[in-house]
């Protein structure tokens, strides 16, 4: 019998591993991800039913448990709207983590917090980096959805007090481990120290750099799983932590090089330091400010050859993408030459602006990813940037003062005409000022995203 | 030290699970477009409501009259099951948009 159930657990184990290969690939994502959930629902099953030395089962709080988590778990995922996947993402991401820190928990009660070397050192590191993953996530998620903002969450001297910190848990850890025993009052202060240290450890970093930091929040939860996978001696939690740990690493790489930046220069990096640079970049911001009316643009876009639409956030919040397409429609039957130009991180994470116009059934061969979209902004007539900021902001290029300098941006600068479609001169997600606005060949239509493309299509329709 | 090498030779196959499941983590992602770097973090992340299966694990030996265990159990439980299946639920709708597109 427990052979079969080995079976199972192999079984998982594959599934999980072609599962998570499959979800790299576009056209296979779909059928990774059924084949992932099935791994996940197969382990759970034989977790719920595999013989245990001493059973008590406790069958009523395992079944209430998956009832409650599975139906809150489900509606939530249902009811979010596609703009805040980012954040849900985090915040899930969060909760797993939590759970992480309760194993951890649990198992130091059901041992009275009595434990050999090797034993503490894995639940005390559990319990350390569940939380950290927890509170980290909770921080990544108020600055994604907007409830933190940085300005609030300044920590004087955040590397050193982040260093000091880890030193602390870590020594605390192996004092821990080597005494072999907690009292509650210690395991009180390192659970709270775990807690300080995943916000103070995320809060410092700059809103622009937090799809960065969920997706290294997201392998820290991997590893949890894993870890836990040792703690109660389950090959498939170690193997799957472990694939969800080491991929996550690669993954966060992928977008650090997507941004051009190091993961150091995220963690400890320019961007926290503020404040010093804000002043400098005053200078490059002189100019003066050209506004458009709704209907010279229409006009001037009917009789574009080539437009680039340049998404950004600002089009998720305003939900612009559906009647963005609408634009498209009109201008496409009109013989403009349309295409969409999207930064690798335009919106709050990577292949954010990708999802959310392939929910308004834009087609893949219109959107351009940086390098073709560099070609095609060189020899365009128009192109409407629908709320995205610092992605074409050309101080990444010119001012060597300037936070973002080095990040590869969508290059306007030989661009006939460049329009910003915008709510206000409040500067972007990562706080600075964008010299574009104040270009001789940029112009600016100050309103809602969807009401100025809204403007537009009505115009249109009477050209 | 002693300890140590005993935790090793007691936990070897777990060890060398974990070394080869590092290298695999590595190699499966290697090129991933960036279209896909949401969906797969989501995904990835809903692999971690593994996670889950430990509180089970753990409430199935717990006394059964040791109701703050029960109840931190129960709670790692749901929270593991809100991130296994919101999660994959969450990466099945962004695929899906995807998917949509490509039968047109």
Redesign the interface.
């Known amino acids: 019998m427990t052979v079969f159930l080995d079976l199972i657990i192999f079984v998982s184990s594959i599934l ?2 072609v ?3 499959k ?5 296979s ?2 059928n ?3 084949l ?2 099935i ?2 629902g197969l ?2 099953m034989l ?2 039913f ?1 013989p ?7 069958y009523l ?2 079944v ?3 009832i ?3 139906v ?3 509606i ?3 009811k ?1 709207p ?1 703009t805040a ?2 954040e ?2 985090s915040l ?2 969060g ?2 983590g ?3 820190a ?2 951890s ?3 130091l ?2 041992n009275n917090a009595i434990g ?3 034993d503490m050192s894995v639940v005390l590191s559990n319990l350390f980096l569940g939380f950290v993953a927890f509170t980290g996530s909770m921080v990544a998620y108020g600055k994604l959805s907007g409830k933190l903002q940085d300005r609030h969450l300044q920590i004087p001297y955040a590397t050193v007090v982040n260093i000091i910190l880890l030193a602390v848990a870590i020594a605390m850890t192996i004092y821990f481990a080597y005494h072999g025993r907690l009292t509650t009052l210690e395991l009180s202060m390192f659970t709270v120290l775990s807690v300080i240290y995943g916000i103070t450890f995320v809060a410092p970093i700059g809103g622009a750099d937090m799809p960065v930091v ?2 290294l929040l ?1 392998s820290l ?2 590893i ?3 870890i ?24 966060t790489m ?2 650090c090089t ?1 941004m051009n930046r190091t993961l150091v220069g995220v963690l400890f990096g320019s961007f926290t330091s503020s404040g010093a640079s804000s002043g400098a970049s005053g200078s490059a911001t002189e100019g003066t400010i050209k506004e458009i009316s709704v209907s010279d643009l229409a006009v001037q876009l009917a009789y574009s050859d080539r437009v680039a639409i340049i998404p950004g956030y600002g089009m998720a919040v305003a939900q612009a993408q559906k009647i963005t397409k609408d634009v498209e429609n009109l201008l496409v039957n009109k013989g403009v030459e349309l295409k969409y130009t ?1 930064h ?1 991180v335009a919106g709050r ?4 602006m ?2 959310l116009l ?2 308004a ?1 834009v ?2 061969d219109k ?1 351009l ?1 940086l390098e073709e979209a560099n070609d095609f902004l060189a020899d365009t007539d128009v192109a409407i940037i629908v709320g995205a900021n610092d992605v074409v902001n050309p101080a990444a290029k010119e001012d060597p003062s300037s936070k973002i300098y080095g990040m590869p941006i969508l290059d306007l600068a030989k661009t006939k005409n460049v329009i910003v479609l915008k709510r206000s001169m409040n500067p972007g997600y990562a706080g600075i000022e964008n010299p574009l606005f104040f270009k001789p060949n940029t112009k600016m239509l100050f309103n809602d995203a969807k009401k100025s493309l809204e403007g537009i299509l009505s115009e249109l329709k009477e050209l | 030290m002693t300890e140590i090498i005993e935790f090793i030779s007691n936990n070897l196959n777990m060890i060398y699970i974990l070394a080869f499941a590092i290298f695999l983590g590595f190699e499966i992602i290697s090129k991933v477009p960036t279209i896909l770097h949401t969906p797969l973090m989501s995904g990835s992340n809903a692999i971690s409501g593994l996670i889950l299966i430990g509180a089970i694990l753990l409430i199935r030996v717990t006394p059964s009259d040791n109701y703050i265990t029960l109840i931190l159990g129960t709670c790692g439980i749901i929270f593991g099951t809100i991130n296994a299946f919101g999660g994959f639920a969450v990466t099945g709708r962004m695929l899906q948009m995807f998917n949509k597109k490509n039968k047109k």
Request: charged share 10%; no cysteine.
């Open positions: 999980l591993i599962g998570l290969r979800l790299s690939h576009p056209k994502a779909n990774g991800n059924v992932a959930a791994g996940v382990g759970v977790a719920i595999y245990l030395e001493t059973e008590n089962n406790n709080f395992i209430l448990g998956i409650i988590g599975g809150i778990g489900l939530s995922a249902k979010v596609m996947m980012p849900m993402v899930f991401n909760f797993g939590f759970s992480a309760l194993i928990l649990i198992w009660i059901n050999g070397v090797s969920i997706s997201n939860t991997g949890t799983a894993a836990s996978g040792i703690m109660t001696d389950n090959k498939l939690m170690l193997l799957g932590g472990v694939l969800v740990g080491s991929s996550g690493i690669i993954l992928l977008m997507a999207i690798p994470m990577p292949g954010h990708n999802v392939a929910e059934d087609s893949y959107l990813d």
